[in-house]
């Protein structure tokens, strides 16, 4: 049984790609509307509300610049909860797989990864995010741009962090949304040996992706981390 972690902020596609793995057989056992296992979420959430401030108009709290470095009873319950998903695992018909999705997990990567065999990262458009995070309600205050644009400033560093740390260790694929998704998950399936049913593959329609924004935002470390990301993304090459 292996383990897959998907990993992104929110908005960027993590649902979908999530959602696509079980329509081809990958064990996610029983999940909410996002594709988020309440248990699994209930931990990020957790951490995030007593250590950070995380609130409803704030949803990740204020996050620090550097790396997040959680205590022992953290890691204690991201083992639980591998260890309960492994023996839910063994128990239902799949495909050799299960994972497990939470934006959260981005920013909390050192209580997960080092239980999982596989890693998928999403990331997608700054401008685009930002304008999602506002039409769901999410943040809130005069400031809100700027909020969610610094959240996918620390969820991008976060994602870039966890590929340098395991992109020699462990099977690592990197999805932009912005790009064709038909084409990624093809290369995805090939890379896990997974073969993708009509089911799965009729759930992308470039169409009905909402909050399609142009305009890049006028900030340099944005666009910087964006063409990083962009280079390891992945391809037929890699």
Not at 69 to 84: I, N
Not at 115 to 141: L, N, T
Request: aromatic share 14%.
């Amino acid at each position: 049984m292996r383990r897959i972690a998907i990993v992104g902020m929110g908005r960027s596609g993590t649902t979908y790609i999530t959602e696509f793995l079980g329509k081809c057989g990958v064990f996610l056992d029983e999940v909410n509307w996002a594709y988020e296992h309440e248990l699994g979420r209930l931990i990020n959430d957790t951490i995030l509300e007593r250590e950070f401030g995380a609130r409803p108009g704030l949803p990740y709290g204020r996050l620090p610049d550097h790396e997040i470095k959680l205590s022992d009873y953290w890691h204690r319950m991201a083992r639980f909860f591998v260890k309960y998903m492994d023996m839910r695992a063994e128990r239902e018909d799949n495909i050799g797989y299960w994972a497990f999705k939470d934006p959260r997990t981005t920013v909390l990567h050192s209580i997960w990864l080092e239980h999982f065999d596989i890693i998928i990262g999403m990331f997608r458009k700054p401008q685009e995010v930002v304008a999602s995070y506002i039409g769901q309600g999410w943040v809130r205050g005069f400031w809100k741009k700027q909020l969610v644009l610094s959240y996918w400033k620390r969820f991008s560093k976060s994602l870039l962090h966890i590929y340098d740390i395991y992109k020699d260790k462990k099977e690592i694929y990197i999805l932009n949304y912005n790009e064709d998704m038909s084409v990624q998950t093809s290369i995805l399936c090939d890379k896990l040996k997974i073969i993708p049913t009509l089911e799965a593959k009729s759930l992308f329609n470039a169409s009905l992706k909402h909050y399609n924004e142009d305009e890049f935002p006028k900030d340099k470390e944005a666009r910087d981390l964006y063409d990083a990301l962009m280079s390891i993304r992945i391809t037929n090459n890699r």
